[in-house]
């Protein structure tokens, strides 16, 4: 660990390096666009990390991540000052940030399925085990255009409420974690409700849709899972998110360079 940085910060930049590789492996990357970005932990100051513009994700370095303020202003000097941020990517970012402290991890993603589904009428359909995770937890947001508008803000937080994932309408999918092991679980649960809507739907046979109570019953007993100390008998000392993390760093260990370096 660079002598720089405290254990806690460390620590937040090796998880959020590896979440961008996760993110890689899994091809819900648009090139260099979109982003991922941590709070800095124990601090007042409402400083986050970020990927250098231009980087892709499978690059992404913990010591390379960029430390910015809450208007995407770089705090202090990379160890390579060529690199700088696009700050009008952090706008979204910096909207949930700054309203919901307790978020420490928010993803942005262009995928293709997220990008078709958010341009349905309707939406997320209640149609798979994963999209009913989101049943009744879900936001929407209209589109806007290019996020650069700081008056933007105020109107997506109030979109999103107290739900952690949100379709952005003709552009994409956000999700919003207490930790990195969170934002993770909740993107990746999306993503692949969007997926297998687009999947079904193209079928062009007549879907099935499960009861209301099913729906509700489903819903609730994934905010069960959200809340629980010990979901699945993990003795107690690892959240659900932090176990499929901590599998999904299995994926990329073995990548080089380390994301953790």
């Not at 720089?4 to 492996?25: F, G, M, N, Q």
């Not at 930790?179 to 409700?193: G, K, N, Q």
């Not at 998110?241 to 990548?255: K, M, N, P, S, T």
Request: charged share 20%; glycine share 6%.
């Amino acid at each position: 660990m660079p002598s720089e940085y405290s254990d806690a910060e460390w620590k937040t930049r090796c998880e959020l390096a590896a979440l961008y590789r996760i993110i890689a492996h899994h091809r819900m990357t648009d090139h260099i666009y979109t982003h991922i970005s941590a709070r800095v932990p124990g601090t007042d100051k409402h400083h986050f990390l970020i990927n250098p513009y231009g980087q892709m994700f499978h690059e992404i370095t913990a010591s390379g991540l960029v430390k910015i303020d809450m208007n995407g202003n770089i705090v202090e000097t990379p160890s390579d000052k060529r690199q700088r941020v696009n700050k009008a990517g952090f706008m979204i970012h910096s909207a949930v940030h700054m309203a919901k402290h307790d978020v420490g991890c928010v993803i942005h993603t262009h995928t293709a399925a997220g990008i078709a589904v958010s341009a349905q009428e309707e939406g997320l359909l209640p149609i798979s085990q994963h999209a009913l995770k989101f049943y009744g937890r879900l936001s929407y947001h209209n589109y806007e255009g290019i996020a650069s508008d700081e008056e933007e803000r105020a109107r997506l937080v109030a979109d999103l409420g107290e739900n952690k994932a949100m379709i952005l309408r003709n552009h994409g999918l956000l999700a919003a974690g207490v930790t990195v092991a969170d934002a993770w679980l909740v993107i990746y649960y999306l993503e692949r409700a969007c997926q297998a809507q687009v999947a079904a739907l193209s079928g062009g046979s007549k879907l099935i849709y499960p009861p209301e109570a099913v729906r509700k019953h489903t819903s609730d007993q994934f905010a069960r899972l959200d809340i629980a100390d010990d979901a699945f008998d993990t003795g107690g000392v690892q959240s659900y998110q932090q176990v499929g993390f901590d599998a999904a760093l299995r994926l990329i260990e073995r990548d080089l360079p380390r994301y953790d370096s």
